[in-house]
């Protein structure tokens, strides 16, 4: 069994490899962080994005999507954001909940599953 950990895995992987499949651990969005939940979910896509680069694989190939947001009536803004970045007939399995995030600085938190 071989896994391959992307970042810096002595606090946290940014995600891990296994048997062709990345999970990335949640994401929020990088300093500055802007007060818009639009803005920060495009900056987390984002990153995701290269991530997702890094592990060999891109949006097309993700399996699963979990979304916390820290206030569930911003969901139309973050969807917008969502709608704009999500390749077309490649939408994955998702889910999308209301929860308090680690800093109140954060507004949405992205973690994902993708095949390679």
């Known amino acids: 069994m071989s896994l391959k950990r992307l970042g810096d895995p002595t606090t946290i992987s940014d995600a891990v490899i296994h048997n ?31 991530l997702l680069k890094e592990a060999g694989t891109d949006k097309t190939k993700i399996i ?8 569930i009536s911003t969901f139309a803004e973050m969807n917008k954001a969502w709608k704009e970045w999500v390749a077309v007939g490649h939408a ?3 889910a999308t909940v209301e929860a308090k995030l680690a800093d109140p600085k954060w507004k949405v938190e992205i973690m994902m599953t993708a095949a390679i």
């Open 20 to 50: 062709n499949i990345v999970y990335l651990a949640g994401q929020v969005a990088e300093e500055p962080v802007s007060p818009s939940v639009y803005e920060q979910t495009r900056n987390i896509l984002g990153q995701i994005d290269a």
């Open 92 to 94: 994955p399995a998702r």
């Open 64 to 71: 699963k999507t979990n979304i916390w947001l820290a206030d």
